[in-house]
């Protein structure tokens, strides 16, 4: 399983950036998805899961109303866009997916984290 990242970069508050996540040698439309932070000094966070074939999406407190995750089956990739980007949501925002309960809600796996990760893409906001 690969799970590359990209779509990161610069952006000033209140901005948007479409995060993307290439998948190769998995079949995203039985896997559960996710997109996971980890912000300097902090715990990594599940920032939104959705579950497989989209029946439960899952965000975190902080970034409902802004954030969107969505998949693309046919392409085998998955999404996230950020609208309204805040200082607070500059991470490392990391994919990740896991063929394990994956009929089970978003929120479970944002809860539990997944089995394969990506490399991670750098979202800077400034201010």
């Known amino acids: 399983v690969q799970l590359q990242a990209f779509g990161g970069g610069l952006v000033q508050a209140g901005g948007s950036l479409r995060l993307s996540c290439a998948a190769s040698?998995?079949?995203?439309?039985?896997?559960?998805i996710g997109w996971f932070r980890q912000a300097p000094g902090k715990e990594r966070e599940g920032a939104s899961c959705i579950s497989t074939r989209g029946g439960s999406t899952h965000y975190t407190d902080s970034v409902l109303g802004r954030f969107t995750i969505s998949r693309d089956n046919a392409k085998n990739t998955v999404y996230l866009q950020m609208n309204s980007l805040k200082p607070e949501d500059t991470a490392v925002y990391y994919c990740a997916v896991t063929d394990r309960n994956a009929y089970y809600s978003g929120s479970y796996h944002c809860l539990r984290g997944m089995d394969y990760w990506g490399q991670g893409t750098l979202v800077t906001v400034s201010s």
């Open positions: 040698g998995v079949t995203l439309d039985y896997y559960a």
